[in-house]
């Protein structure tokens, strides 16, 4: 009776869950033997006699070299870092100040603005990505930073500004009212005693806004041209594939050191992460 | 306590008379609005105005257009590569979200076990969500690739195949793999949004139930389905839209092809838009997502109404 409940909770239970597990987690596993494997061991025929896909003996950090010497790869780092980090500040001060201003203040409209950001926060980027890039070359914003920094808020602010709206209204209003007795102005109660206590929130918000900048990828694709400009997503897809040839050592290192920025804000704020994308749903 | 809070409420209202515009509430409104505003206004209600506008002229990259009225529309709907975009799209979006439901779902009910190790196996499972699609969906094409696929070794040396499988080289299994890799990018964030719903549903009413003679399907049935219906709502319709419009996966995986076959809207608006600079058509294709975007948000905030009454 016990044995069988055991072998029921094993069938049911770990097995699927390992299931998932390997298969949600493959493809970073095979990401990360492709760029440690030395090319001859790579390109052999799937059906090849003696041959151990999975493992290598003579790890080498030649793809590694290749991707940081022989590209721009670094460069685009650094444009990625620079634009997620600025269209991150951006959105948050918007989303801050637009989710407290819609979720504490009391003024007329202020539930048909509620509901335009909720329906802006649907849009999504490929609807409009056409005539954004004629806005942009219109601009003189095209093949520069900037035509990065200014969009993706489009995308980031409507998300802050829910999030926000959800965790300020959460805090109790009487906060305010004894600040404002006390003598403080509007903003100064807004930025010393709710913002203080809204910090969890902001974090969460700016982490989620952080990776999903660091991951967009049509917008970067269609406003930048130059090399030099590209982030690396953008960067991986075209400057890493010749023609027909794909470095597939040197694309899997871009990927794998391409996502490990992502991964490693993520590892340390998982809960804040998980936080944002759980309350982004429910509002 | 409530009646001092009261109270200082009403003295509030009274004593404060500060001088200055930001004092008022609606001027402070309006000065904390602002810079969202001019950004939404500047880059999403602009170009949604200025893609219509596109869509009704000839307009070539680098060459102004005059106004043509519908015309592109008729020639888009005359096109056979943008019917079979239709049809894939949809189709691409209807079989990814089932399959993202019901194994998110799954996924979701055996994380809200107690076993060791579960704060691990929920961070690492959302990599897939978070991990920058593109850079992931290249590990899948190398997954796919024709010559060096390691998904053919594991099936060939589990005996089930005898010979390759190009797995992006035949329309319809291309179409496969490419809802394959949408299911294992999107599954994460189902799982792990239904789990915290999931948390959200206090044990007792399952216990309770399990007292009264119910079974582990009509408890599912009976109260968790209905209690998490909300939250399942909420990310089904976001995931829709986000696939319906998705754009990166068939770009990398396939670029639309082979023989234009497995485009959706939005890889072949750019396809159009952006590759052949026919700027007026690919705004024409991609306002296509428009409508199925408009009734999701008609659904959303009718729903959403509810959560905003303030």
Known sequence: MIEGARWKKVGAFYIPLWGFIILLLFPFYWMIITTIRPD???YRPWNAR?????????????HIKLLLEETLFTTWLWNTLLISLASTAISLTCGVFAGYALSRLKFRYAGTLGTGIFVTYLV??????IPLADIIRNFQLGDTPWSLILTYPTFLIPFSTWLMMGYFKSIPKELEECARIDGASRWQAMVYIILPIAVPGILSAGIFAFTLSWNEFIYALVFLSSSEQKTVPVGVVSELVRGDVFFWGALMAGAL????????IYSFFVEHYVAGLTGSVKG | MASASTATIAISTRQHSKTGLLEDERWFAAALLFPTAVLLGLFIAYPFFQGIWLSLTNTRVGVPGEFVGLRNFIKVWNDDIFRTAVWNTCWYTFVTTV???ILGLWLANLLNRHFKGKAWVRAFILLPFIIPTVLSTFAWKWMFDPTFSVL????????IITKRINWLGEPDLAFTSIIVVNIWRGLPFYAISLLAGLQTISPELQEAAAIDGANAWQRFRHITWPLLLPVTMVVTLFSVIQTFADFQLVYVLTG???????????????????????LSEGAAISLAIFPVLFVVVLV??????????R
């Open chain 2, 152 to 159: 053919n070794w594991i099936l060939y040396h589990l005996g």
């Open chain 2, 300 to 309: 959303q905030l009718l729903y959403i109404r509810r959560v905003e009454t």
């Open chain 1, 50 to 62: 003696n041959y151990n896909p999975f493992w290598t003996w003579n790890p080498t950090l030649e």
């Open chain 2, 256 to 278: 639309g092809g082979p023989a234009n076959a497995t485009h959706l809207f939005a890889t072949y608006a750019y396809q159009i838009g952006v590759g052949t600079g026919l």
């Open chain 1, 257 to 264: 050191v391409g996502s490990i920025p992502v991964a490693v």
């Open chain 1, 124 to 129: 999504p980027q490929t609807l409009l990505f």
């Open chain 2, 99 to 101: 399959f993202k439901l």
């Open chain 1, 40 to 42: 001859g061991e790579l």
